[in-house]
């Protein structure tokens, strides 16, 4: 499920075009499964029914309804959440708002299309069911990048892919990764029928067992912001930029310190690849000073 498999079910001309995440993202939203029940997509039914029903123990969600004036569910944990990891969870509610302000444009000036389009703009805001945060997050949480445009780079290289639900992720073990497309290969366009579909490559340097599991990887997150996304984690990681900024600060000559680092590009240099094009981003790029560390690396 792309921008391309959904582009003939939503106008994509006018002055309300959607990005990938916006328009899959609003599918979900109007195919929402109530409760127990399957969805009534005639579509993607199926597979929007076996996605996840809730997100009640996400931190956008709690942040949203915060904003609603609700302090229930795990609104009150807000509060705990270390300095970096609640910088880039504003981060990520601002982004989601972006993408609801976006969507509900759509179905205003779409209206005439559907009567069914009147509802779902009515209920857009509610917090309380928080069907909008529920259809953002399954995107963002996900959606996988795949070449679809000209350009690598393009936010809208992205896709819902049913089977690759199935793939479990570890640290250890033997892993099979994805193998670059023909359109990655030679950094253009997919051509029509979309390429050859997704292939994995299996492990080379082990050999695998008949009825052994093999996962699949695809980059490694921060473990500090693992919770803002369906993420592969690294064993031992600790994120304290935070707090040795403060340490600088807090030294008499912590401003003349920052300035300098500021100057020469290495104060706050952080790469969040939540992000960056959100978390199927084709290039996981580091959070840590990766500047500092060539330069280590280079002595």
Not at 131 to 137: D, F, H, P, S, T
């Amino acid at each position: 499920m792309n921008i391309k498999t959904l582009k003939s079910l939503y106008a994509t001309s006018g002055p309300t075009p959607l990005t990938a995440t916006q328009m899959i993202s609003l599918h979900l939203y109007i195919n929402r499964p109530h409760g127990s029940e399957d969805s009534l997509d005639p579509h993607y039914g199926p597979y929007i029914s076996t996605l996840p029903r809730e997100f009640d123990s996400h931190p956008l969600t709690w942040i949203v309804r915060s904003k609603s004036g609700t302090e229930s569910g795990g609104v009150p944990l807000l509060r705990y959440l270390p300095p970096s990891v609640h910088a880039s969870l504003v981060k990520l509610h601002d982004r989601f708002c972006q993408d609801r302000a976006a969507v509900r444009e759509y179905l205003t000036a779409n209206s005439y299309i559907s009567s069914k389009y009147d509802t779902h703009l009515a209920n857009i805001d509610d917090s309380s069911t928080s069907n909008y945060v529920w259809a953002w997050l399954n995107v963002n949480t996900r959606c996988i990048y795949y070449r679809l445009k000209a350009s690598k780079e393009d936010p809208d290289n992205l896709t819902l892919c049913p089977i690759l639900d199935f793939a479990n992720h570890s640290p250890n073990g033997s892993h099979m990764t994805p193998a670059p497309s023909d359109a990655d290969i030679w950094d253009t366009a997919p051509v029509k029928p979309i390429g050859r579909g997704f292939r994995f490559l299996s492990p080379a340097d082990v050999s695998v067992q008949e009825g052994k599991e093999i996962f699949l990887a695809y980059g490694a997150h921060p473990n500090p912001h693992a919770s803002l996304g369906e993420v592969e984690i690294r064993d031992g990681e600790v994120d304290v930029q935070d707090v040795v900024e403060s340490l600088i600060l807090d030294h008499k000559s912590g401003v003349s310190v920052k300035s300098v680092l500021e100057d020469e590009g290495y104060w706050g240099y952080r790469l969040d690849p939540i992000l960056l094009g959100g978390i199927s981003a084709a290039v996981m790029a580091p959070d840590y000073g990766i500047k500092t560390l060539l330069s280590l690396c280079l002595k």
